[in-house]
Protein backbone atom coordinates (compact mmCIF):
# COMPACT_ATOMS: atom_id res chain seq x y z
CA UNK A 1 0.00 0.00 0.00
CA UNK A 2 1.64 3.52 -0.78
CA UNK A 3 1.79 5.96 2.55
CA UNK A 4 1.93 9.52 1.43
CA UNK A 5 4.64 10.74 -0.43
CA UNK A 6 4.15 7.75 -3.15
CA UNK A 7 0.16 9.06 -3.48
CA UNK A 8 1.22 12.93 -3.92
CA UNK A 9 4.10 12.62 -5.81
CA UNK A 10 1.87 10.17 -7.90
CA UNK A 11 -0.41 13.52 -8.17
CA UNK A 12 1.66 15.75 -8.63
CA UNK A 13 3.34 13.46 -12.08
CA UNK A 14 -0.57 13.26 -13.08
CA UNK A 15 -1.09 16.97 -13.12
CA UNK A 16 2.30 18.12 -14.51
CA UNK A 17 1.57 15.32 -17.41
CA UNK A 18 -1.91 16.44 -18.41
CA UNK A 19 -2.01 18.93 -21.05
CA UNK A 20 -5.58 20.26 -19.46
CA UNK A 21 -4.38 20.46 -16.50
CA UNK A 22 -3.19 23.88 -14.85
CA UNK A 23 -0.50 22.82 -13.23
CA UNK A 24 2.51 23.92 -15.48
CA UNK A 25 5.71 23.75 -12.87
CA UNK A 26 6.66 21.37 -9.60
CA UNK A 27 9.56 20.89 -7.69
CA UNK A 28 10.67 19.55 -4.61
CA UNK A 29 12.35 22.68 -2.22
CA UNK A 30 13.46 22.25 0.92
CA UNK A 31 11.44 18.73 1.66
CA UNK A 32 8.38 20.61 0.69
CA UNK A 33 6.67 20.05 -3.02
CA UNK A 34 5.93 23.86 -5.10
CA UNK A 35 3.32 23.03 -7.24
CA UNK A 36 3.01 25.92 -9.53
CA UNK A 37 -0.39 26.57 -11.69
CA UNK A 38 -1.92 29.02 -14.39
CA UNK A 39 -5.30 31.01 -13.28
CA UNK A 40 -7.17 33.39 -14.84
CA UNK A 41 -7.05 36.23 -11.97
CA UNK A 42 -3.71 36.21 -11.89
CA UNK A 43 -0.87 34.65 -13.78
CA UNK A 44 0.03 31.96 -11.36
CA UNK A 45 -0.56 30.42 -7.73
CA UNK A 46 2.19 28.22 -6.22
CA UNK A 47 0.65 25.60 -3.70
CA UNK A 48 2.87 24.28 -1.43
CA UNK A 49 2.23 20.78 -0.01
CA UNK A 50 4.52 19.28 2.68
CA UNK A 51 4.49 15.64 3.97
CA UNK A 52 4.30 15.46 8.06
CA UNK A 53 4.04 12.72 10.19
CA UNK A 54 0.03 12.19 10.16
CA UNK A 55 -1.06 14.83 7.41
CA UNK A 56 -0.73 16.17 4.30
CA UNK A 57 -0.71 19.95 4.03
CA UNK A 58 -1.58 22.79 1.70
CA UNK A 59 -1.01 26.12 1.45
CA UNK A 60 -1.12 29.06 -0.99
CA UNK A 61 -0.30 32.33 -0.85
CA UNK A 62 -2.99 35.08 -1.66
CA UNK A 63 -2.32 38.41 -1.36
CA UNK A 64 -0.31 40.74 1.38
CA UNK A 65 -1.82 41.75 4.97
CA UNK A 66 -4.79 44.20 3.58
CA UNK A 67 -3.36 47.96 4.71
CA UNK A 68 -7.05 49.02 4.27
CA UNK A 69 -10.47 47.75 4.94
CA UNK A 70 -9.21 44.95 6.98
CA UNK A 71 -13.15 44.07 8.33
CA UNK A 72 -14.36 43.83 5.14
CA UNK A 73 -11.53 42.05 3.53
CA UNK A 74 -11.83 39.35 6.82
CA UNK A 75 -15.55 38.72 6.41
CA UNK A 76 -15.63 38.03 3.24
CA UNK A 77 -12.49 35.42 3.58
CA UNK A 78 -14.77 34.30 6.39
CA UNK A 79 -18.06 33.93 3.88
CA UNK A 80 -16.01 31.97 1.03
CA UNK A 81 -14.88 29.57 3.95
CA UNK A 82 -18.04 28.30 4.25
CA UNK A 83 -18.54 27.19 1.00
CA UNK A 84 -15.17 25.05 1.13
CA UNK A 85 -14.74 21.51 1.64
CA UNK A 86 -11.35 20.72 1.97
CA UNK A 87 -9.47 24.41 2.01
CA UNK A 88 -10.00 27.25 4.23
CA UNK A 89 -8.40 31.36 4.49
CA UNK A 90 -6.55 31.88 6.94
CA UNK A 91 -3.64 34.07 7.92
CA UNK A 92 0.17 33.29 7.89
CA UNK A 93 2.62 34.87 10.96
CA UNK A 94 3.07 37.86 8.90
CA UNK A 95 -0.76 38.98 8.41
CA UNK A 96 -0.38 37.58 4.69
CA UNK A 97 -3.81 35.58 3.31
CA UNK A 98 -3.40 32.10 2.15
CA UNK A 99 -5.19 29.59 1.53
CA UNK A 100 -4.61 26.34 3.77
CA UNK A 101 -5.60 22.32 3.72
CA UNK A 102 -4.77 19.58 6.01
CA UNK A 103 -5.11 16.01 4.81
CA UNK A 104 -5.05 13.36 7.17
CA UNK A 105 -3.05 10.22 5.80
CA UNK A 106 -5.54 7.72 6.54
CA UNK A 107 -8.02 9.65 3.96
CA UNK A 108 -5.50 10.56 1.54
CA UNK A 109 -6.16 9.99 -1.82
CA UNK A 110 -5.50 11.01 -5.52
CA UNK A 111 -9.54 12.16 -5.52
CA UNK A 112 -8.88 14.01 -2.34
CA UNK A 113 -6.03 15.85 -3.38
CA UNK A 114 -7.16 16.89 -6.97
CA UNK A 115 -10.23 18.39 -4.98
CA UNK A 116 -7.52 20.36 -2.76
CA UNK A 117 -5.89 21.40 -5.64
CA UNK A 118 -9.53 22.27 -7.12
CA UNK A 119 -10.35 24.27 -4.63
CA UNK A 120 -7.30 26.47 -4.52
CA UNK A 121 -7.95 27.60 -7.96
CA UNK A 122 -11.88 27.93 -7.30
CA UNK A 123 -11.10 30.09 -4.73
CA UNK A 124 -8.27 32.29 -6.14
CA UNK A 125 -10.84 32.74 -9.23
CA UNK A 126 -13.75 33.73 -7.06
CA UNK A 127 -12.06 35.65 -4.46
CA UNK A 128 -8.81 37.49 -5.22
CA UNK A 129 -9.81 40.47 -7.57
CA UNK A 130 -12.27 41.30 -4.81
CA UNK A 131 -9.71 40.94 -1.90
CA UNK A 132 -7.29 42.87 -3.40
CA UNK A 133 -9.75 45.37 -4.33
CA UNK A 134 -11.15 45.88 -0.89
CA UNK A 135 -7.92 45.87 0.82
CA UNK A 136 -5.64 48.08 -2.42
CA UNK A 137 -8.20 50.32 -3.58
CA UNK A 138 -7.89 53.75 -3.83
CA UNK A 139 -10.82 55.22 -4.63
CA UNK A 140 -12.19 57.90 -2.67
CA UNK A 141 -15.81 58.32 -1.26
CA UNK A 142 -18.16 59.67 -3.18
CA UNK A 143 -18.60 63.11 -2.35
CA UNK A 144 -14.85 63.27 -1.36
CA UNK A 145 -12.09 65.45 -3.79
Avoid: H
Avoid at 28 to 56: F, K, L, N, P, S
Avoid at 100 to 118: A, F, Y
Wanted: proline share 6%; hydrophobic share 45%.
Amino acid sequence: MPGPREILLAAIERWVADPDSAVVYAEEVDGRWAIRMTQETRDATTVWWTIGERTVSAEAYVMPAPPKAQDQVYRLCLVRNASTFLVRFALDPEGAIVLRSRIDNETLSDRVLDLVLGEVYQQIELSFAALVRLAFSGSRKPGST
